[in-house]
């Protein structure tokens, strides 16, 4: 397996010296963040990148992510132009040694958090959504924001946007999915990059919104739209851990043996009784997830793909961005390496 650490570029106060020096480490997640969705990257930032984690032991391999724009979800006019840029990043991030690109299909939000900074009875701070802060929001009648939502949207073009899902449906929007896996896997293919599908975060609907990467049996309907090895799974446990039908081992079994995992997202998460939860640590005994089995799942059916602490808590006062300070995800990539060493399986190097 692979190691790897989400880098948000030279802005992030996480620096690519503090993530060498995690035990174990060896690739890095980032992107290109500030060129509009839907336009190409500059071939020079990309090489940049590369060369900057190479200074520092690291490579640059993973992409997350080359974002799927509204007009490609909801096939607008603008989505034929968008697709054409998109498989132009693809060869683009290909040409400076990216071999797996993750992404979604989630419309208009992100993931879904009430809070970003919930404290913990030991002090750390954390990610969580409560229904009881959410069930009463209806963003078609108030002006709300919510944490993970784009604040390049006004409210008025949220509105429109919740309105036009509405009408696309679930059905609309899996005939856009199929019509974008079959524009894009071909190119991955020809690239040699694995194109990893992110679920949805959490994996059910949110405001009236379509959201259809959610269990075991849309998972399935996903990968064989097109079946190959470059249309993969980005099988995040935590977003697929927070809906108590999902069985988190079971699935990474399942889609591990089947060659068609391309990314891991490690994290846990406590479900509370109302279906709430709450992000934590990433050991077992920390939420309702058994890190262990999934880890186990992974070495016995020869994962050799790639692998990132998800989430962090915000620990020991580090006060970095929600999720992705250093401190709480190193812990959990120290976490994982013993998982993988005691279930007989070996990290790779560069």
Known sequence: MKSSFRWYGESDPVTLENIRQIPGMRSIVSAVYDVPPGEVWPLERLEHMAALCKENGLVFDIVESIPVTEDIKLGGKERDRHLDNYCENLRRCAKVGVKCVTYNFMPVFD???????????????????????????????????????????????????????????????????????????????????????????????????????????????YLSIVDSSSNSLCLCTGSLGCSRGNDIPALTRKYSAMGRIGFMHLRNVKILEDGSFEECGHRSEAGSLDMNAIVRALVETGFDGWFRPDHGRDIWGEGGKPGYGLYDRALGTAYINGLIEANGGRLETI
């Open 111 to 221: 993931w879904t958090r009430t809070q970003l900074d919930r404290p913990a009875p030991d002090g750390s701070k954390s990610l969580v959504m409560y229904w009881d802060q959410l069930r009463d929001l209806d963003p078609l009648k108030e002006d709300i924001h919510l944490p993970g939502w784009d604040s390049s949207y006004t409210q008025d073009e949220v509105r429109e946007l919740i309105k036009a899902y509405g009408e696309l449906g679930e059905e609309g929007l899996w005939g856009n999915i199929a019509y974008f896996l079959k524009k894009v896997i071909p190119v991955a293919e020809e690239c040699g990059v694995i194109m990893a599908l992110h679920p949805d975060d959490p994996p059910y609907p949110i405001f009236g919104l379509p959201r259809v990467i959610t269990c075991e049996e849309n998972l399935d309907r």
